[in-house]
């Protein structure tokens, strides 16, 4: 199981602020292979189908942490909820951010859980707190994964916490994930200092 630790700094943003991820962004998500170009360093976050914890454990050193911005009973977007074939109910959100060294933001982090999905040996996710989701799903060989969507994120949309995005375009990919005859969809948005080129390796 990957490991992290608990954020212990004041947290990036006020964990009450609202999220407003994909809101207006119903057409900005687009399979992989029909998105626009992203540049070469991004490529290897976007595409790669493996556990994003694990690369970014990897990444830091074992120094990765998870801080929780919010969790919350709500109703995801429309984009959310066509993706997942949902109707009007409620779900489960959850809005992380995962830090590198010197708590410093890398991945913003959105996971949408419908209440259906949260019974049986899912039922425990309700409660992940600051350990990730990935360290979670991964562990199960019976994991599947729907295609890769990808989007181009720019700060005018709000698509994420306006503390979190700045004036930067981003980068973000989503997919639905099943395990146990369940779905959760989950979104994550890479944040330009995991690109910088200080913090590169081969990894």
């Known amino acids: 199981m990957i490991q992290s630790h608990a954020l212990q700094s004041r947290p990036a943003i006020s964990p009450g602020t609202p999220g407003r991820f994909a809101r207006r962004g119903l057409g900005l998500w687009q399979p ?53 074939q949902l109707g009007r109910g409620r779900a489960l959100i959850r809005e992380v951010l995962l830090l590198g060294p010197n708590a410093t933001p890398w991945v913003y982090a959105r996971s949408v859980f419908p209440a259906a999905s949260l019974t049986g040996r899912l039922r425990h996710l309700r409660k992940l707190d600051s350990r990730p989701l990935g360290g979670f799903l991964f562990r199960h060989r019976q994991l599947g994964r729907s295609p890769m969507q990808i989007a181009q994120l720019p700060p005018h949309e709000r698509l994420i916490p306006p503390a979190v995005q700045g004036d930067d375009m981003l980068w973000g990919r989503r997919s639905t994930f099943f395990l146990f005859g369940k779905s959760l969809l989950v979104s994550e948005v890479f944040l330009p200092a995991l690109l910088d080129s200080r913090t590169q390796h081969h990894d």
């Open 32 to 84: 992989a292979a029909h998105a626009l170009s992203p540049p070469p360093a991004i490529k290897p976050w976007l595409f790669d189908d493996g556990s994003l914890t694990a690369k970014l454990r990897k990444r830091s050193a074992g120094q990765l942490q998870v801080q929780v911005l919010r969790q919350y009973w709500g109703q995801p977007t429309l984009s959310e909820r066509r993706t997942l």
